[in-house]
C-alpha cells in the first residue's frame, strides 16, 4: 500500500495562496484516482477534490476555480495548488488512493496544517 507524506502547509492570509506536496513512497501510477482531502477542526475528513490517472479532476464546490490539484506520476507527486484562500479553508490537508479510501482500507499521512488568518 503506498504511503504518502504531505508537506507545504503554513499560516497564510486571506486571499493569499499556497502549494502543497503530496509524495508517495512508490508509485501511483497504477492508481486511477488520487484523492486530496481535509478535515478542518471539529468536523469529519471530507473530499476536496480528484485527480485521474489522465489528469482530468473534479472539484468541491467550495474550492471550485480556487484550487488545482496537479499530477506527477513520473515524481509520484501531486502538488496540490491553493488559490483565494479563506478562512474556512483552514484545515489539515492530507492526499490518499482515493479508491482506497472508499473501501476503508487506507491509510492516512500526517497531513500538513493550513491556517488562513489575518
Known amino acids: 500500500q503506498v504511503q504518502l507524506v504531505e508537506s507545504g502547509g503554513g499560516l497564510v492570509q486571506p486571499g493569499g495562496s499556497l502549494r502543497l506536496s503530496c509524495a508517495a513512497s512508490g508509485s501511483i501510477y497504477s492508481k486511477d484516482v488520487m484523492g486530496w482531502y481535509r478535515q478542518a477542526p471539529g468536523k469529519q475528513r471530507e473530499l476536496v477534490a480528484r485527480v485521474f490517472n489522465g489528469g482530468s479532476t473534479n472539484y468541491a464546490d467550495s474550492v471550485k476555480g480556487r484550487f488545482t490539484i496537479p499530477r506527477d506520476n513520473a515524481k509520484n507527486t501531486l502538488y496540490p495548488q491553493m488559490n483565494s484562500l479563506q478562512p474556512e479553508d483552514t484545515a489539515v490537508y492530507y492526499c490518499?488512493?482515493?479508491?482506497?479510501?472508499?473501501?476503508?482500507?487506507?491509510?492516512w499521512g500526517q497531513g500538513t496544517q493550513v491556517t488562513v488568518s489575518s
Open positions: 490518499n488512493d482515493w479508491r482506497a479510501v472508499v473501501t476503508g482500507m487506507a491509510r
